[in-house]
């Protein structure tokens, strides 16, 4: 007979019911090419369960019979509804703290910290209604790791089966508030840790003190969180138990960002028809507003506005190339100043640049298929989807050698990559790519290499798989 091993992923957000930013593609995505890991002997029952946030769009929902969770002198109700997508059973959870505040994330800490709190004890009484049991508990970041914290402490009270704990590291720095009042009113006390102090009632530290195996999203970024520089005050903590520490590239769904067939296109291309693509280029400085050149170079910044992701580097860098042949196009939201230096760049720069302040997820595609660079600067990058898409696509980054660009862009191969924070830095290598890029040969290589590049979930389900199997022995 196979053996399975039950898995509850949680996260914030998964596409398609609801995505802020790249924790919503890898939800999306992982949970399912999991499942798909299964073979004849050994199942892999991966379900997720995310909130049921007010923008959440989801189809044929099944409402579950609604339980109740003590909160001090009440209960709260907590309505759940599963559905069912590529095969794999999904809960969404309702609750009144998740209907409190209408975004995935609000400006408002402590409403925030009951939300997820609520979240957390919610989906962890989940498993007792539906008659089915995890073998590991496996959160994002944390919004969720307070389910581990959870496990661990019932792991202790009730003497029961060991269910492990996994928790995906996809950005350090953002810890959450203090959340002992609201743990404190659901019950549940605070241990004795040996995190430092500032960091034992945040939730992001509680859940990486209660993992059996925290996983970074990608090797870099697993040994760059062990550093002063980018471990946000816990790189000690995670120096000495760095044997549960390991690093997973994450993957982007191929299925869907694939050239030779993506609807967003006007003409798909694939490596044997790599000619094709300038079409798309061309389309798109029509559609832009730009005058329609092939051999004007196209450089493309799709990104959250965010310091994060250095992007005002990459304003200062065009700014600077005042008397440099380019064109650019900027897509994305975020911080408003950064939002303003954007829409500054393009009135100093009508003919040049153009910048557009949406989230648009089509024209992201055709910015990948007909820009030929892409910049992403980031200060500090977990992984990064953006620039394997690119890859993809034939659309040649330019990153900053931190995190997962570092482990995914190979210079001189793939892509350009430099060192410094500094917009001069960035500049060298746009400047390099400009100087490559008439040489269609070489630049036809460095597409080629990147569009012949396995970026699928293929790879990175197996290694998660691996790791359940080291924890459920
Ligand atoms: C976060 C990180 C990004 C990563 C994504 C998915 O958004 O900033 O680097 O790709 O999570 O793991």
Redo the contacts with the bound molecule.
């Keep these: 007979m196979s053996k399975t091993i039950n898995v509850l992923f949680l996260a914030a957000e998964a596409d398609p019911f609801i995505k802020v930013?790249?924790?919503g593609?890898?939800s999306g995505v992982l949970p399912r090419e999991l499942r798909a890991c299964s073979n004849d002997d050994l199942k892999l029952d991966v379900r997720l369960v995310i909130p049921y946030h007010p923008a959440v769009k989801a189809e044929n929902l099944r409402p579950m019979e609604v339980f109740f969770i003590r909160r001090g002198d009440t209960e709260i109700a907590v309505e759940a509804f599963e559905t069912v997508i590529h095969g794999m059973p999904v809960y969404l959870v309702n609750g009144d703290p998740i209907r409190a505040n209408g975004s995935v994330y609000s400006m408002d800490a402590k409403q925030d910290t009951e939300k997820y709190t609520f979240f957390s004890v919610a989906a962890m009484e989940l498993p007792n209604h539906i008659n089915w049991q995890p073998d590991v508990i496996h959160a994002n970041?944390w919004h969720t790791s307070l389910s581990l914290y959870i496990n661990l402490t019932k792991r202790w009270e009730s003497g029961l089966k060991h269910v492990a704990n996994v928790l995906?590291l996809?950005?350090m720095p953002f810890m959450g508030a203090d959340a002992s009042a609201s743990l404190d009113a659901y019950g549940i006390k605070l241990a004795q840790t040996d995190l430092p102090e500032w960091a034992r009632v945040l939730p992001l530290p509680l859940g990486l003190w209660a993992s059996d195996a925290v996983v970074a999203?990608?090797p870099g970024?697993a040994g760059e969180v062990l550093t002063e520089e980018f471990g946000c005050g816990l790189h000690e903590f995670m120096s000495q138990r760095s044997e549960t520490l390991s690093g997973i590239l994450?993957g982007i769904d191929t299925t869907s960002f694939d050239p030779a067939v993506d609807k967003a296109l006007s003409v798909n291309y694939n490596l044997d028809t790599l000619e094709r693509r300038s079409e798309n280029k061309e389309l798109l400085q029509e559609k832009l507003g730009l005058q329609r050149d092939p051999n004007i170079p196209l450089i493309g910044v799709i990104s959250r506005m965010d310091v994060?992701k250095g992007i005002d580097l990459s304003f200062t860098a065009l700014k600077s190339m005042k008397r440099v042949n380019f064109q650019a196009v900027i897509l994305g939201t975020g911080d408003p100043k950064l939002e303003d230096a954007a829409t500054e760049l393009q009135i100093l720069f009508p003919d040049k640049i153009k910048t557009i302040l949406k989230f648009d997820a089509n024209l992201a595609r055709q910015i990948y298929a007909g820009a030929d660079m892409l910049l992403m600067p980031?200060r500090?990058?977990?992984?990064?989807?953006a620039q394997m898409i690119a890859m993809r696509y034939g659309c040649i980054p330019i990153v900053r050698a931190v995190?997962?660009l570092k482990d995914t862009v190979i210079p001189g191969e793939t892509g350009f990559v430099f060192e410094k924070t500094h917009h001069m830095s960035l500049v060298g290598a746009i400047k390099s790519a400009l100087k490559t890029m008439p040489d269609r040969e070489k630049w036809q290589a460095l597409q080629k290499n990147g569009m012949a590049k396995d970026f699928s979930w293929k790879v990175s389900a197996q290694e998660y798989l691996k790791l359940y199997q080291s924890l459920v022995k």
Excluded: F, M, T
């Design positions: 930013g790249g924790l593609d890898v970041d995906s996809h950005n999203v990608s970024y994450n994060q980031s500090y990058e977990p992984c990064g989807l995190g997962g």
